[in-house]
């Protein structure tokens, strides 16, 4: 029913950028929420940021606060995770899902769809 491709991903040095990209298909997204998660190897998976189709109410970790920017274009059914000043704990696997909006947005549980994940190495 809906299909999600990550990009963007890669390797950076510590202080670096990156922006990724989820595209999705299949679906109409007006009452879907889109989440980007992450998981390094040994950890559990993280919320990282969510934002809605309908409105683009967002919502960030505390962890990435100041660090991290979510948003979404609607016409191209795309959503980007701009990252900022990047350190070597935010290497994982970053991972875009999506969900009914009806549920909270920070619980990987809750997300019925999901990409197949991009690598961030952030070396110092």
């Known amino acids: 029913q809906v299909q999600l491709v990550e990009s963007g991903g890669g390797l950076v040095q510590a202080g670096g950028s990156l922006r990724l990209s989820c595209a999705a298909s299949g679906r109409t997204f007006s009452s879907y929420t889109m989440g980007w998660f992450r998981q390094a190897p040994g950890k559990e998976r993280e919320f990282v940021a969510a934002i809605t189709w309908s409105g683009g109410s967002t919502n960030t970790a505390d962890s990435v606060k100041g660090r991290v920017t979510i948003s979404r274009d609607n016409a191209k059914n795309t959503v980007y995770l701009q990252m900022n000043n990047l350190k070597p704990e935010d290497t994982a696997v970053y991972y875009c899902?999506?969900?009914?909006?009806?549920?909270?947005?920070?619980?990987?549980?809750?997300?019925?769809?999901w990409g197949q994940g991009t690598q961030v190495t952030v070396s110092s």
């Open positions: 899902a999506a969900k009914p909006s009806y549920y909270s947005s920070d619980y990987h549980g809750y997300y019925a769809y």
